[in-house]
């Protein structure tokens, strides 16, 4: 069973900057993708950006050039780096593995932007 932990959520002001993780029971080398997805209260989650086995990242239009995700094989650890948040960033952050066997999610994090 896979099992995925997030941490690093927290409270900070508009542009600022915060670093989610996502500890991964099993190697992120054997995932096919892993992605991070949020969900604001009320609305449906989406995805926010994922990383395909041979390293290469997408990311949604909304956070292109302000959120990087990278993956550290030897740690099991996915991360999702966030700089010059916004209020509209504020959501519960989903870490997700894809592999052979389905898609599994972490509990998730919260991120709030506020002053």
């Known amino acids: 069973q896979v099992q995925l932990v997030e941490s690093g959520g927290g409270l900070v002001q508009p542009g600022g900057s915060l670093r989610l993780s996502c500890a991964a029971s099993g190697s992120v080398v054997s995932f096919l993708a892993m992605s991070w997805h949020r969900q604001a209260p009320g609305k449906q989650r989406d995805v926010v950006a994922h990383?395909?086995?041979?390293?290469?990242?997408n990311y949604a239009d909304s956070v292109k050039g302000r959120f990087t995700i990278s993956r550290d094989n030897a740690k099991n650890t996915v991360y999702l780096q966030m700089n010059s948040l916004k209020p509209e960033d504020t959501a519960v952050y989903y870490c997700?593995?894809?592999?052979?066997?389905?898609?599994?999610w972490g509990q998730g994090t919260q991120v709030t932007v506020s002053s």
């Open positions: 997700s593995a894809v592999s052979v066997g389905g898609r599994y």
């Open positions: 990383i395909i086995n041979d390293g290469s990242a």
